[in-house]
């Protein structure tokens, strides 16, 4: 077993934050990542990190805009934080060595997104995520925090009372890709969830073949509430044979979206006659589609992204990247014609529930990220916000954890205040298949100290490698397939109830065919078959939370669209709990 006082779980842009802050304020600080901290996710961050740094601007404009964005749906001390604070974090980048691109005087460069009043996206070229993730990464080697890459975390080790909120998580459990150990990390002062995003949840991502929405499920099967699950980002401009991500941008720049008349459709067709191209994405995503649904798209798929009018110095100044993008996966020369463009799934607004110091539901367990929603998001991201999401609240939950006193969270979490279950009645059985009906959390033990609920929860992980080596049985990947095919052609852009209906059924076959799965590997070392076997079930999880929020919320809200409930109804927060409890 090892022991630390904080383990952050995950090492991307949110965990190293995280990990940098707990260890500024005194604390034994371990990472313990399934990647090498610069091969993650946020690394494939182009656009920029939103913060007013201009004296015309102001981070009340900024946290306006945010609101705005989030179709009200955003929780406002999360959104003062975020905006508050992302210019400090910004500069203290800056002088931690981040190459931003600058103006003529030696400003940092900042350029206009959609949904914002103000140009105030800060960036390095079209690869901001990537610079952002080596910097910090720099600090951590700097400061000597232990990191165990290539660790993949498999549960939580927490204790079993009835109600969660009475719950503590005193570590994790997790497995070493190298040498097949399985062992347990305790805790001392706190767990940081930073595991990212959930895009392999669909078929047609632009997120990473990790991004499997481990921290959301294992948070959820221990009992944490999930918050607004079914508000899914479907960005406008991915590329139609791979998902990967052309930046948003390169629209702030001036970039133009044609359909296959010629038309920009934008405002010819009046989807965003003020705004354009840089209205927000679940706008612009919804009018690309309805344009290829309608005749007008490009071989019936996609659309036209075009720079060209850019000139040459300009693109290669700030959009370099962009032009390999497109010529390695579409062979299209940017420079000289339009590149093919359609949504695909970006982001999760929703995720483990938080309040704005990254605490859960139970006590020891914390949130940053794209993982957790505190919500600066509500119902729909603007662009530019989730980069200073990564080092706001990976800092605030670092420093708490750690035991720096930040003061009375405003922000309540699980069930309290006035809440009500859902009215939908969603007619089949959710939640795992052939489990004892008891109160226990996953990874859960009778036992009160810690060191034995983090034992407790290793063997239990141990003797499920075992099983899963040891049996015959049916391969995670038609599992999968099934699963992402079914989100990806009914948990899209636009959602009807029937389909959802669907999805939900397909996914309970899923849960059923997932009893007998197998691994048929039967090595100790590097075994990929055995990590996406185990990253299937999370998968699981998370798609059926998800399906059920977008059956439950009954309203079109920000990038939730549901045909048939196109008003607005000004809805609250939606948690979603486990359905049953899932020992």
């Known amino acids: 077993m090892y022991e630390h006082d904080v383990v952050v779980v995950g090492a991307g842009g ?122 910090m990464y720099e600090q951590v080697v700097k400061r000597g925090i232990t990191v165990y890459d290539e660790w993949h975390v498999m549960d939580l080790a927490v204790t079993d009372e009835d109600d969660p909120a009475e719950r503590t998580c005193h570590g994790v459990v997790g497995y070493d890709i190298q040498s097949g150990e399985v062992s347990g990390f305790r805790a001392n002062n706190g767990v940081i969830l930073a595991t990212g995003g959930m895009g392999q ?81 679940d706008v612009v995503s919804r009018a690309e589609l309805t344009e290829v649904n309608e005749g007008r798209g490009i071989e019936d798929e996609y659309v036209h992204l075009d720079m060209r009018h850019l000139g040459e110095e300009r693109i290669l100044d700030r959009l370099e990247n962009i032009l390999h993008l497109a010529e390695d996966f579409e062979g299209a020369d940017g420079l000289t014609e339009p590149m093919p463009v359609k949504p695909g799934q970006h982001y999760a607004m929703g995720g483990i529930e938080t309040n704005e110091h990254g605490e859960t539901a139970i006590g020891g367990l914390y949130a940053a990220g794209e993982c957790a929603c505190a919500s600066v998001h509500g119902a729909n991201r603007l662009g530019g916000n989730a980069l200073p999401e990564l080092i706001v609240f990976g800092k605030r939950a670092g420093r708490h954890a750690a035991g720096e006193e930040l003061g009375e969270a405003k922000i309540e979490t699980g069930r309290s205040g006035d809440w009500q279950p859902a009215d939908y009645e969603f007619g089949i059985e959710v939640g795992e298949t052939g489990r004892p009906d008891t109160a226990a959390a996953d990874g859960g033990a009778v036992a009160a100290d810690a060191e034995s609920v983090v034992g407790a929860a290793a063997d239990r992980a141990q003797e ?30 636009f ?3 029937g389909r959802l209906e669907k999805t939900l059924a397909d996914l309970r076959e899923t849960r059923e065919a997932y009893k007998d799965i197998a691994v048929s590997d039967p090595s100790r070392t590097f075994n990929t078959d055995l990590i996406h076997t185990i990253e299937t079930r999370n998968i699981l999880d998370v798609a059926e939370a998800l399906t059920m929020g977008a059956l439950a919320r009954e309203e079109f809200r920000g990038a939730h669209w549901r045909k048939e409930h196109q008003e607005r109804r000004g809805c609250a927060r939606a948690w979603h709990l486990a359905p049953r409890p899932l020992p």
């Open 14 to 135: 949110a965990g190293l934050r995280a990990a940098i802050a707990a260890q500024e304020a005194g604390a034994d600080v371990a990472m313990v990542s399934k990647l090498h901290p610069v091969r993650s996710h946020t690394g494939a961050a182009e656009g920029g990190i939103n913060a007013a740094l201009r004296d015309a601007d102001s981070w009340e404009d900024h946290a306006y805009d945010t609101m705005k964005g989030s179709d009200y749906l955003g929780d406002a001390p999360a959104v003062e934080a975020l905006c508050r604070e992302s210019p400090e974090e910004v500069i203290r980048l800056e002088h931690w060595g981040m190459p931003f691109s600058r103006e003529d005087d030696g400003r940092v460069s900042q350029r206009p997104f959609g949904g914002l009043s103000f140009p105030r996206t800060t960036y390095a070229g079209a690869e901001t995520g990537h610079q952002m993730l080596h910097t």
């Open 464 to 493: 499920r490698v075992e099983e899963l080596l040891s049996r015959d049985g049916r391969n995670h990947a038609e599992i999968r397939s099934k699963v992402q095919e079914t989100m990806t052609a009914n948990v899209n852009v």
């Open 201 to 281: 949840v669909f078929d047609h991502t632009t997120n990473a073949v990790a991004n499997t929405g481990d921290g959301v499920a294992m948070a959820y099967r221990a009992g944490v509430p999930m918050e607004d699950m079914e508000f899914i980002q479907f960005h406008p401009t991915t590329l139609p044979s791979t998902g990967v991500l052309i930046s948003e941008g390169v629209r702030g720049e001036g970039g133009i979206l044609y359909n296959e008349d010629g038309e920009r459709f934008l405002f010819e067709r009046g989807y965003a006659n003020n705004d354009g191209e840089l209205a927000s994405r």
């Open 495 to 497: 959602r009807e109830e």
